[in-house]
């Protein structure tokens, strides 16, 4: 079975801060992972993923996140956070089948 | 291309009523999905399609939910009938044929629809 885990249902940054959302999983199996963000009204967009090529994945908008396999972590980060990210993120996991399992999500509010 | 798309976004209906949810999937793609995000928990998976096929139906919660993809083309996930704790956000996604390389485990989703029982 796998499970993922999001610390923080709630982070506030100021904008050009930076951006750090955190995502524990549990995998008996080599993994895939990914981020996802959900902006307003709209539906989940893949942000990035990782399919056991580089552990440090690069993504759109200035996101990349680094898959650490002694930490089971896959946490996502930018350097400079915009008003533009204000989002709710979900880390999700594929492992065995094709379904995908989700964390809680973490809602980013960027402050001015 | 045109992404995934969903009708209603959004339906309000009483309980014990009947719902009907559809799904249009990314041309070509074999493989659709449906999550559901009940108010502040979690995504959860609900079944999976491989063209007209249920492949993995583990995460339907109750007989009250049925789901269709016949021709294997558009989906339909019909609520009957519905309860308060069906409430919530109704995710589709989908995917190329699912096999070993990157691209066929990326899930495209849909907008999703807002389902509210009162």
């Known amino acids: 079975a796998q499970s993922v885990t999001q610390l923080g249902s709630h982070v506030s940054v100021s904008e050009g801060a930076l951006v750090l959302l955190r995502c524990n999983y549990s995998?008996?199996?080599?993994?895939?992972l990914f981020w996802y963000v959900q902006y307003p009204n709209q539906g989940l967009q893949l942000l990035l993923k990782?399919?056991?090529?580089?552990?440090l994945v690069k993504g759109i908008n200035g996101f990349e996140a680094e898959f650490k396999k002694s930490e089971t972590s896959f946490h996502l980060t930018k350097p400079s956070a915009h008003m533009s990210d204000a989002a709710e993120y979900f880390c999700?996991?594929?492992?065995?089948?094709?379904?995908?399992?989700f964390g809680g999500g973490t809602r980013v509010l960027v402050k001015p | 291309e045109a992404g995934v798309t969903q009708f209603p976004s959004h339906s309000v209906i009483e309980k014990g009523q009947t719902v009907t949810l559809r799904c249009d999937p990314i041309?070509?793609?074999?493989?659709l999905y449906w999550y559901r995000r009940v108010m502040g928990k979690e995504i959860k998976f609900l079944l999976h399609?491989?063209?007209?096929?249920?492949?993995?139906e583990s995460g339907m919660p109750n007989n009250r939910f049925l789901a269709e993809r016949t021709g294997g083309t558009y989906s339909t996930l019909k609520v009957q009938p519905a309860e308060l704790e069906d409430s919530g956000v109704y995710f589709c996604?989908?995917?190329?044929?699912?096999?070993?390389?990157?691209?066929?485990?990326?899930?495209?989703f849909g907008p999703g629809t807002r389902l509210t029982v009162t």
């Open positions: 041309s070509g793609h074999d493989n």
């Open positions: 990782y399919t056991s090529a580089a552990t």
């Open positions: 999700a996991v594929k492992a065995a089948g094709n379904k995908l399992t």
């Open positions: 399609f491989v063209k007209e096929s249920k492949q993995d």
């Open positions: 996604a989908s995917s190329q044929v699912a096999g070993w390389g990157a691209s066929s485990y990326e899930q495209y």
């Open positions: 995998s008996s199996v080599p993994p895939y």
